[in-house]
């Protein structure tokens, strides 16, 4: 018998009351305030490793290589060489040293997801939706309340008040209003939740009762989605709910579409960034004003990309050569914005292009890639979730937030694990990974 089998088998390992906390508290906190989740993607990941160790798991189950792990490693690793060209080097360094601890942690952590006791999964997912379900809450409450409880505590606690007023509104150094887009990043969070929420929740129910209480957790999860400002949080609840059914219906296939979708992104993205300018989509009246201050911002950095097609400008450098600009950047009549960069590209495509040029962004695309075609090598009633998963995360990033920001890399990272914590209920005991990462043993 396998050191994993025999995990299994045996007795609920000493560090289950931890890891079923863990599982409770992760999307809790995170949802509440995201930037905790470089805090709590380590301890997770180390509990899950460190406690697979004890059972006396090897090293080589926790980290097989494999396609996808061997194409993030060179992404991270091309990151950190950047720094020799990178307008900021220190960051290149940092973040692509932060893309490979993260990588091997959560493939390891993952792996070792697979050796806890079906008890211990079982306690973990529930453990997991009722976290998931009260975060749902709270930032609905939030965005209801004009941010209530946020405010509360910025008032009472000096640490959290903030130095100016952005986004808020003042009175008598009192915070009296919140802009609902200060709780974009917390409905993101809620966002890469739900799939692995409904996910879990078919794993420990069943008959008619699962099916209401899957619904319940949507809609408790979509509400909040519904009527935050986070245009890309809602743009991709109605694209990953498209994807569902097709890789229920057809698994294979939609994953092998989802990847050519993923390559595809990095072919159009900057044509498609020419186009939008050139059609003035900047000036339609019908878009959001962050989606046509997007559009020039897309157009700009798409042009400045061509100063250095090949290797970029270096990881996470968008910032850097921003300040470096000496001139102010023009602002002509109709625009939303002034023609820059911004601080990051909002788009992961683009940003990859701009800052790591066309040899980063093959690296990146073959990794994500390679990360999607894993999917089969799931249980068959996982795949379309983590499908839609992926979906989720993929829509996100090409509209929002800079993919290097550090709450967002870990709140990336944390979806796979609590993707793995929910499909580890369906796998059945002689179902195995292989080395080569290619199909299931059993199959």
């Known amino acids: 018998m396998s050191s994993s089998a025999a995990g299994r088998a045996g007795q609920p390992p000493k560090s289950a009351p931890l890891i079923s906390t863990l599982f409770f508290l992760a999307p809790l906190a995170t949802a509440v305030a995201p930037r905790l989740a470089p805090f709590f993607l380590p301890i997770i990941g180390l509990v899950l490793i460190v406690g697979a160790l004890r059972r006396r798991v090897a090293w080589r189950e926790l980290v097989q290589p494999n396609t996808a792990l061997i194409g993030l490693v060179s992404v991270a690793l091309y990151a950190i060489l950047s720094a ?82 952005k986004h808020v509104k003042m009175s008598k150094g009192l915070v009296t209003k919140m802009n609902l887009s200060e709780f974009n990043q917390n409905v993101a969070m809620l966002s890469l939740q739900l799939w692995p929420g409904l996910l879990a929740l078919r794993a420990v129910e069943a008959g008619a009762r699962r099916i209401v209480l899957m619904i319940l957790f949507f809609l408790l999860v979509a509400v909040p989605i519904a009527i935050s400002e986070h245009d890309s949080s809602q743009v991709a609840l109605i694209v990953s709910l498209l994807v569902l059914p097709l890789a229920r219906r057809w698994p294979r296939p939609t994953v092998r579409g989802l990847a050519i979708a993923w390559c595809l992104g990095f072919v159009l993205v900057l044509p498609l960034d020419f186009l939008s300018y050139k059609a003035e989509l900047y000036r339609a ?22 100063d250095h097609p090949w290797l970029g400008i270096g990881a996470d450098s968008t910032a850097a050569v921003k300040a470096q600009r000496v001139t102010q950047p023009e602002k002509p ?3 939303v914005i002034r023609r820059t960069t911004g601080q990051h590209a909002h788009d992961l495509f683009l940003q990859a292009w701009y800052e790591l040029g066309l040899f980063g962004v093959i690296l990146l695309a073959i ?19 983590a499908a839609a998963c992926f979906t989720t995360f993929v829509t996100i990033a090409a509209f929002a937030w800079g993919i290097w920001q550090v709450w967002l890399m870990c709140a990336v990272a944390l979806m796979p694990l609590y993707m793995a914590m929910a499909a580890a209920r369906f796998r059945t005991p002689r179902e195995e990974l292989p080395p080569d990462g290619t199909t299931p043993a059993s199959r």
């Open 84 to 165: 020799t060209w990178a307008a900021d080097q220190s960051e290149a360094v940092t973040k692509g040293a932060m893309l490979l601890g993260i990588t091997f942690l959560v493939f390891a952590a993952t792996a070792a997801l697979a050796t806890l006791d079906e008890r211990q999964v079982r306690r973990a997912s529930i453990a997991f939706l009722v976290g998931a379900s009260l975060a749902a809450i709270f930032v609905t409450i939030e965005l209801l309340t004009d941010g209530a409880v946020t405010r509360a505590a910025m008032n009472s606690i000096s640490l959290l008040k903030p130095e100016r007023a």
């Open 285 to 306: 009246s019908w878009l959001p004003s962050s989606a046509r201050a997007r559009i020039i911002i897309w157009e700009y950095t798409a042009e400045r990309t061509l």
């Open 333 to 335: 009549k109709g625009y």
């Open 367 to 385: 990794a994500g890639a390679a990360m999607v075609l894993r999917i089969p090598l799931l249980p068959r009633e996982a795949q379309p979730f």
